[in-house]
């Protein structure tokens, strides 16, 4: 694994000129779900409905073969960028491109076929995974929908092979085994697995292994990038444990209530934050050593409602570098250093 | 007993009822908690932990059962008491604090009515203005303007409803906390501030906490002292330093290899073989010698007990010569 990230990082290179594919080119994305309410509310409110603003303004492209990192706490939106991603939501504005084709061009039979490119894996697998379905006929579901070039015979080899190779020997016993008859970091193989056999190129993997025991997870994550290698895939990797981010992500953005707050290879991330809140985040993730402190002190408060969020940049209510213009201003991502992006305005003073 | 101890836990078996037969969720588990300090009961899903901090207040009912054990708290043994009299020590001598505060706080009741209610319950000559006077002091002491306290419990954040639950333990001078994975539901930021007041509290009030939790680095940042089960059974205890520099038992070495640590560079997670086992068919002598990379002969026949093996550091496990000594012990008496 310890491999794998440097390599990732390694082959980001510092400049720009190097030609990098990109496979998802997320642009000015917006998501706002409308807040219900009744005739009464609609009249006080004199007409004007209420969004909850999930995703706000969001740009970020995903090159091919890499592990992407989003993070954030909950109610960042995170999960809502995953989903808009794959066109699980459609966007209120904003476009998703993927492999140079835009997916709101698309048809929903096209979206259909282009499915099998892109593939979801959630936290919980149990939830994922029908009870009654044997894994087998998990696994052959989508097969069943999008190879359909293939005989019932080679579906089910191809069913095999892929829980071969996810680790769960001896295969074509697990094929006829039932979810409940499995433990959860096995399950998790089996949503692996499902999500692999239509061989897609992306998959947008949502706190995959936030369910799972500490003593498996390194297991399961070290899966994934076996796999990843095998089958060529590139991952948008959703998380809300930075730590666990440091193993996997080449790059990651860090989001705060609907908008990147910082953008940029892991690495240097982590070693030259240049966003108060990411700093904040990085400092609060609890270190297994008891030696160690914590240095800074956290920020006031919690992260407020997105559906009246502050004004200018959303953490300025928390920030202990805010000025005034901070609540007035909304700051736009800005480059800093050789592809990492801030959206701060005073981010030149944690530069050095 | 010692005086600076708490609660001393001896030999404690509890039974859960399944259909397949009788299940040892807690199984000969022995752990003395001091007075003071905070105590980190760590260890994965269905190791039995959360079991066990229900049965220190015999919450259990239903299916669990304990069936073996006494559990000494402040120089009583509680298993003795009858049950009738345990809701006094309930909430007034032990607190507790669960993953959800949601779930643990009435949803029509104002803070305020759940602090009032709960002085009162206990100390019914308390008047009323008294008691709103205590809960606003608490809450002020846990970070939550005295203003709030006639809002109900949706209207506050995760953060917030953790410090209620909290302030409801020390309304009554709770002697002992346990807090069952109660920063799982937090986000990082809000976590780390509900660590920090924990531990203002046990400084403050003397409070002694056992803070059962799934997350190593939690119990890294705040406790004095660490326990890991495994599969029902106790394999460690020790001071967190003395464990997080040497662990002793080849369950905590893994476990503690295997916690990503943001930190540290280009180390890589252990990978321990296999998953914990089940425990309707837990296997034969030490539980963990299906995993172990050191397993010898021995270790798939007899169960390890639980001996000192450096200054306060125990562990159960057959690489260590005093574990061995008390087998032979055994044997000649």
Redesign the interface.
Known sequence: ??EST?MGINAIPGDKSTNTEELVQVEHLRKYFPLQSGLFATLLTRGQIQAVKAVDDVSFNIHKGEVFGLAG??GSGKSTVGRLVLRLLEPTTGKVIFDGIDLSSLSSEEMRRMRSRMQIVFQDPLASLNPRMTLGMAIDHPARIHLTDLSPDQRRKRVIDILSAVGMNPANVFYDLYPHQI????RQRVVLARALVTNPALIVADEPIAMA???????L??LMMRLKKEFDLTYLFIT?????A??VCNRIAIMYLGKLCEVGPLADV?QHTIHPYTR?????????????R?KEP??PG??PNAINPPPGCHFHPRCPMARSNCSVDEPTLRELRPNHSTACHYAEELLK | MHDDILYSIRKLVVEYTTRAGAVKAVDDVSLDIRRGEIIGLVGESGCGKSTLGKALMRLHTGPAKITEGELWFDGRDLMTLPIEEMPEIRGAEIGMVFQDPMTSLNPVQRILDHLTETIQTHEPEVSDADARTRAEELIERLGIRKERITEYPHQMSGGMRQRVMISLALALRAKLVIADEPTTSLDVIVEAKFLDLLKELQKEFGLTILLITHNIGVVAEISDRIAVMYAAKMMEVGDVNDVFAQPKHPYTQGLLRSVPNILLDGAELYKMAGAPPDLSHPPSGCRFHTRCPFVMDICREEVPPLEAIEGAQSAACWLYPSVMAKRLEKEHA
């Open positions: 694994m310890h440097t706490e909950s433990s959860g970091g096995q025991d500490v003593s498996v997870r390194a297991l994550l070290d809300h444990d930075l730590a666990t440091k193993y982590y904040a985040l990085l400092e609060a993730v609890p270190v297994p050593d008891p030696t160690r914590r956290m920020p919690e992260i």
